[in-house]
């Protein structure tokens, strides 16, 4: 049915990693994969193996859970977009994490993929949206950052320099030249 590689973490696994919960649901729990060290896995790739059709109406859904916390939605793919690499945006583990007894088994993450219909799953590239999100952000911060060390106060008002947003532009511009891993640092 489908198939799964971690980049640079595994070979493609199928089906068959996975816990069957019902005929269109599965779960892997990442702490037989990884352990704890689940959230160092970032993406996934996701794809449809050749003998199966998905209804053109159907997806395959996946989802993250960190443990304690609800699953999140991290994208799909169709039989018109058989194979896709998604980032895993784990969430910070919930505070159901300390509650578990002692001799209970540990609250672990986990990877959920299920069959749905297209139509009621978010844009098949909400990973994209979030990553350009959080890129903006992070250009936001950087540039808030160089200008808060500029600035000066009048009154209730904060003053910086005229020049301050060409100074930092070019400043960035020539940072990115130098060390090519500066901008995959915003990417994460």
């Not at 998905?54 to 999140?72: M, N, R, T």
């Not at 959920?112 to 250009?139: H, N, W, Y």
């Amino acid at each position: 049915m489908f198939g799964v590689v971690f980049p640079n973490r595994s070979f493609p696994m199928d089906i068959s990693t996975f816990t069957q919960i019902d005929t269109f649901h599965w779960i892997l729990d990442m702490n037989t994969f990884v352990g704890e060290a689940y959230d160092s896995i970032r993406e996934i790739c996701i794809f449809l193996l050749n003998n199966f059709t998905l209804p053109p109406e159907k997806a395959l859904a996946v989802y993250i859970q960190s443990p304690g916390s609800p699953f999140l939605y991290c994208g799909a793919v169709t039989i018109t977009r058989p194979s896709a690499v998604l980032s895993l945006p784990w969430p910070e583990p919930g505070g159901q994490l300390q509650l578990t007894a002692p001799d209970s088994a540990p609250l672990s993450a986990k990877i959920g993929v299920s069959v749905e219909d297209l139509s009621s799953l978010p844009s098949l590239d909400v990973a994209a949206e979030k990553k350009i999100e959080r890129l903006a952000m992070k250009v936001g911060e950087n540039l808030f950052n160089f200008m808060q060390s500029f600035c000066g106060v009048d009154g209730s008002k904060l003053v910086v320099p005229m020049d301050i947003l060409d100074r930092w532009f070019k400043k960035f511009q020539e940072r990115a030249k130098r060390d090519p891993e500066y901008l995959k640092g915003f990417a994460l």
